[in-house]
């Protein structure tokens, strides 16, 4: 039963399995929208539907237990495998395989050796380092043998792949078991201490505090963004301890804290100042964000909505919502600051223009503690020695048989064996004969 | 102007393919000479092409490597293509197989050109500047290239092999140049360069994530489908090794390989949003 067990986990069917079970899993989430409301799955697939789908973890496939006891399952059968396979493999690398094991190797080429300025024994000397590798060289019964073995590491290969995705499965595990992760927000000027956590959501409170002394952006002529940055403080007990410029794409650590830049909002530094025009009528409103605002005369309600310090390249503006009054959907629309390139059109009754418009940045920085990501880090690394062993290090074993004929005669006997890479070997065979008969 | 330039390749590819075309269904050997030069030719200036949109996007302040949006990397794939046909096959880049990389090369540069796709050289967004940008897109790039080899060679393979009497077989084989066990190296010799290269590609994707995201790993669309693409060609590899899978059912695998590296470059770019979505 025990055996059995075993060898069902170490299995190269499993191995497949598990591969295929985690694909499943990896394409079912692609599909299916992740991490929306109930409501999203029952419009779609019913109540029905949608109780199996929350019931099996689909709405969060990643994080479903069936999914992570996939992984779980590979990660087993990895494991398996490399403590089955591995004290062979490691005791085959290591052997020194004697001349019998050679002498059955199947013959590739036969030559006949009639050059009497130079023994055969010279030139192999001379030309198989190059060619094929150092000789082993043996003599046995009037016959020289010339013994070669060639990536021999290339067998450890797959194992230390094995061992390296290993490695970065569980890099992840302590990453999420250990780390957290969450997301600061702060005007310019301000400072807090609290890490607002995302997953679950909650509030953390650090033991440093951070601020923001200034958030800049800058656009391509495009109105793209081309780069934004937080100037920043780290405080310990209300002194400063250390400062740092954070860019996207150039995390900041401080501690065991990694802060990484990544949204950034304008915000309007005081209220908008906006000119109203109803007919002949021009009135002033002041307003501040998202800030409902009565319109004399009960002509509806207006909101900001929004502001952007550039728009498709055409400055700063501010994104209205218009209510008319009597109710009915709000009407959303942009107005420009600078109106030399003209204006877009504006519905209701009225048009608004901008008198006075001061925009202040609000900085959004990602937060985290991982303290899985060096294991990550480690198995990467790993890996690609690996990858090379097992890919690209083709193991061959090369027997070359010289038997004298007498009259300063030979005969040549080239035999070898290569696993996988019957190409690699026929060019070997090819640059060996080549060599033979220049 | 670099566009201008990549008429004239495309002109090239495509005649090579032709000309490989010719010399393997008329048997006019010689023919694979002039043919590779074609393609070969067509390929210098396609390099000099992605040379020049280098220097032009320099000239224009907003200098980055042109790989950085749907038109570019449509470009660069086809540029990969050859690249990894002719520096890891050059002997088997001939007759069927040479005219299938020639022509293959020809329709995805055909793709960018005439797509519709924007081919201005647009600014680079701030999470894009960074210099993992041109080893994860070259990595990535390359490697769908070698499985696009291997899906030609499994291709052949199917027609090569197609049921027959053993002496039609030969007959056919001897026809086409290309013996079946050939086509069986070549498929899983390219998928092993594609593996490296994908496994190469992921790990700089992480690398690169982690510190523009803050996450190695985020289950975005492209990432998955990656992840899915190397499961693929990882239970290849074990079918092959540890099972001794050769010949159709490799083969097939190939062919379902290919279809999921399809799906993760246009699939995931047009289906399914995600953090990848400035490809488009």
């Known amino acids: ?438 | 102007m670099s566009a201008k330039l990549l008429g004239w390749v495309l002109l090239l590819y495509f005649s090579g393919s032709l000309l490989y075309l010719v010399a393997a269904v008329f048997q006019q050997r010689p023919l694979n000479l002039p043919a590779r030069w074609a393609v070969l030719g067509g390929w210098g200036l396609h390099t000099l092409s992605l040379i020049w949109r280098w220097v032009e996007s320099h000239q224009l302040n907003i200098g980055h490597a042109p790989l950085a949006n749907f038109y570019e990397s449509l470009v660069f794939f086809s540029w990969a293509v050859i690249c990894v046909a002719y520096l890891s096959f050059w002997r088997q880049m001939r007759d069927y197989l040479g005219s299938f990389v020639a022509i293959l090369a020809c329709l995805i540069l055909a793709y960018a050109s005439f797509g519709g796709h924007a081919s201005d050289i647009m600014p680079l967004m701030p999470a894009l500047k960074s210099n993992w940008l041109i080893i994860h897109v070259i990595t990535c790039f390359l490697a769908y290239a070698a499985f696009a080899l291997g899906f030609g060679a499994a291709l052949l393979y199917f027609f090569v092999s197609r049921p027959a009497t053993v002496k039609k077989q030969r007959e056919r084989q001897a026809q086409l140049l290309v013996t079946a066990q050939d086509l069986d190296d070549l498929i899983y010799r390219a998928i092993m360069i594609g593996f490296f290269l994908l496994t190469l590609g992921i790990l700089t994707g992480a690398v690169w994530a982690e510190s523009a995201w803050g996450r190695y790993w985020s289950w975005d669309p492209k990432e998955t489908w990656s992840l899915i693409t190397w499961l693929v060609y990882a239970g290849l590899l074990h079918a092959r090794f540890a099972r001794g899978w050769q010949g159709k059912r490799i083969a097939l695998l190939a062919v379902v390989g290919f279809a999921a590296v399809l799906f993760t470059y246009f699939g995931v770019s047009f289906l399914l949003p995600g953090l990848h979505a400035y490809l488009t």
């Open chain 1, 1 to 438: 039963m025990w055996l059995s067990l075993w060898q069902g986990l170490t299995s190269v069917r499993l191995a497949l399995l598990s591969l295929l079970l985690v694909g499943l899993g990896s394409i079912l989430g692609t599909l299916l929208p992740q991490r929306q409301a109930l409501e999203f799955y029952q419009e779609r697939f019913g109540t029905v539907g949608a109780a199996l789908i929350g019931r099996l973890g689909l709405d969060d496939v990643y994080r479903s237990p069936i999914f992570l006891s996939f992984i779980a399952l590979l990660l087993l059968n990895l494991i398996a495998c490399s403590l089955k396979r591995l004290p062979e493999v490691w005791r085959q690398v290591q052997s020194q395989p004697g001349l019998e094991a050679y002498k059955t190797l199947p013959p590739r080429l036969q030559l006949t050796w009639n050059r009497p300025e130079q023994s055969p024994q010279q030139f192999l000397m001379g030309a198989l380092p190059r060619l094929l590798g150092r000789p082993k060289v043996v003599e046995d019964n009037g016959t020289t043998w010339y013994l070669i073995r060639r990536g021999r590491w290339g067998r450890l290969g797959p194992y230390i792949i094995h061992l390296s995705i290993i490695i970065v499965i569980i890099g992840a595990i302590i990453g999420n078991l250990g780390g957290f992760q969450g997301q600061i927000n702060l005007m310019p000027g301000e400072a807090t201490d609290v890490l607002r956590l995302t997953d679950p959501p909650g509030d953390k409170k650090l033991d440093f505090s951070i601020r923001l002394d200034n958030f800049q952006v800058s656009y391509y002529p495009n109105g793209t963004p081309q780069e934004f940055r937080s100037d920043l403080t780290f405080l310990q007990g209300g002194q400063p301890v250390k400062t740092a410029i954070l860019r996207v794409n150039d995390p900041v650590t401080f501690g065991h804290l990694t802060f990484y830049q990544s949204t950034y909002q304008a915000m309007p530094q005081g209220p908008v100042v906006l000119e109203a025009t109803l007919g002949e009528k021009t009135f002033m409103v002041e307003a501040s964000l998202r800030q409902r605002l009565p319109l004399p005369d009960d002509q509806g309600m207006i909101m900001v909505w929004k502001v952007e310090s550039n728009i498709m390249g055409l400055g700063p503006a501010v994104q209205l919502a218009y209510r008319p009054t009597g109710g009915g959907h709000p009407l959303l629309f942009w107005v420009l600051a600078d109106t030399s390139r003209g204006q877009p059109p504006q519905p209701g009754p009225l048009t608004f223009r901008i008198k006075e418009l001061a925009l202040t940045y609000s900085s959004g920085l990602l937060v985290k503690y991982d303290p899985g990501v060096g294991w990550v880090y480690l198995g990467f690394l790993l890996m690609l020695p690996g990858f090379w062993l097992a890919l690209f290090v083709p193991r061959q074993r090369w027997a070359i048989a010289v038997v004298p004929q007498g009259k300063g005669k030979y005969r040549l006997t080239i035999a070898g064996v290569g696993d996988r890479h019957k190409i690699v070997l026929q060019r070997r065979l090819e640059k060996l004969q080549a060599a033979f008969e220049e």
